[in-house]
């Protein structure tokens, strides 16, 4: 069974920005979609991000901001976020839909 483990996550002040990283146990087959959900606090979690061979496509109230990619061995998936707001503050998880596979999330707080 595939395990997913994130990183790069931390406290960081309104406009600043961070790099998520997103790294599989094994092989992932480079056709799987690898995706970004957050959680606010208080909130449902929510879609950011996803690629699936190159493709990227990303949730409106984060266009522009994020930046989803992945490696070229297909095993590990990025979130570039810059501009960051104080409503970024989540709970940011990676997600192989094809293998229902879910990172343990990596926290995020933004805040002056």
């Known amino acids: 069974q595939v395990q997913l483990v994130e990183s790069g996550g931390g406290l960081v002040q309104p406009g600043g920005s961070l790099r998520l990283s997103c790294a599989a146990s094994?092989?992932?087959?480079?056709?799987?979609?690898m995706a970004w959900f957050r959680q606010a606090p208080g909130k449902q979690r929510e879609f950011i991000a996803r690629i699936t061979l190159g493709i990227t496509n990303y949730a409106d109230s984060v266009k522009g901001r994020f930046t989803v990619s992945r490696d070229n061995a297909g095993n590990t998936v990025y979130l570039q976020i810059d501009s960051l707001k104080p409503e970024d503050t989540a709970v940011y998880y990676c997600?192989?839909?094809?293998?229902?596979?879910w990172g343990q999330g990596i926290l995020v707080t933004v805040s002056s």
């Open positions: 094994g092989s992932i087959p480079t056709f799987y979609t």
């Open positions: 997600n192989i839909p094809n293998l229902n596979a």
